[in-house]
């Protein structure tokens, strides 16, 4: 699996295009400039089956809308984040953004779920930060969303936040292979050792 990321909206999310056999693949949390997207799926040669959204808070999600009508996806989100999914524009209008409402239906996720797609993902389950967050492995990658970043972790004073549900999501991925790379929702990638050694919120 090859994994190609872009910074995009106000708060810089990281979008993922998952590039495996024969060019199919999947995108993950098209958060906003749904053009950029759609430029670098042609320039990657992807061909995606869906869009997989690791959880709905409203700059994970502002390009679905428009990547839907264009090229027709399905959604997958874990059911437990559908009343986040469904008040995405309203919350980014407290905000003073903009996205349009994103599409229901959506398909269902669930823990140890594997998602074809020619990527071979397992869904983990890893609320805390959101209801129904939820990451992606495949051996040697894990799409982490905004559970674990580089040097840090997710917000856990949100609306729907647990606070005890996010540790326990964190302690669940350090049990992964230490060299998994972590694809966040923000900020630049890393491994889970190097987060495991220098991650005060892991450490001890």
Not at 69 to 93: C, F, G, I, K, W
Not at 140 to 149: A, E, K, Y
Request: with cysteine; proline share 10%; net charge negative.
């Amino acid at each position: 699996m090859k994994v190609y990321g872009l910074a995009v909206g106000p708060l810089q999310e990281n979008t993922y295009l998952l590039v495996g056999k024969d060019g199919r693949g999947a995108l993950v949390d098209p958060g906003d400039e749904p053009e950029r997207i759609l430029a670098e799926v042609q320039r990657v040669g992807l061909n995606p089956e869906a869009i997989l959204l690791t959880h709905a808070h409203f700059d994970h999600v502002g390009a679905v809308a428009s990547l839907v009508e264009t090229l027709n996806l399905p959604v997958y989100l874990h059911p437990a984040d559908l009343p986040l999914y469904r008040s995405a524009a309203q919350s980014a209008a407290r905000w003073g953004l903009f996205i349009p409402q994103p599409p229901e239906p959506v398909q269902p996720l669930a823990e140890g779920q594997i998602l074809d797609f020619g990527l071979g993902l397992e869904v983990l389950f890893l609320p805390g930060h959101a209801p129904g967050h939820v990451g992606f492995y495949q051996t040697g990658h894990l799409v982490s969303g905004d559970v674990l970043f580089r040097g840090g972790i997710g917000r856990y004073d949100l609306p729907g936040c647990d606070p005890q549900a996010l540790f326990a999501s964190l302690k669940k991925i350090t049990q992964l292979p230490p060299q998994t790379v972590v694809y966040p929702g923000h900020g630049p990638l890393t491994t889970l050792a190097q987060e495991i050694a220098s991650n005060p919120y892991l450490m001890g």
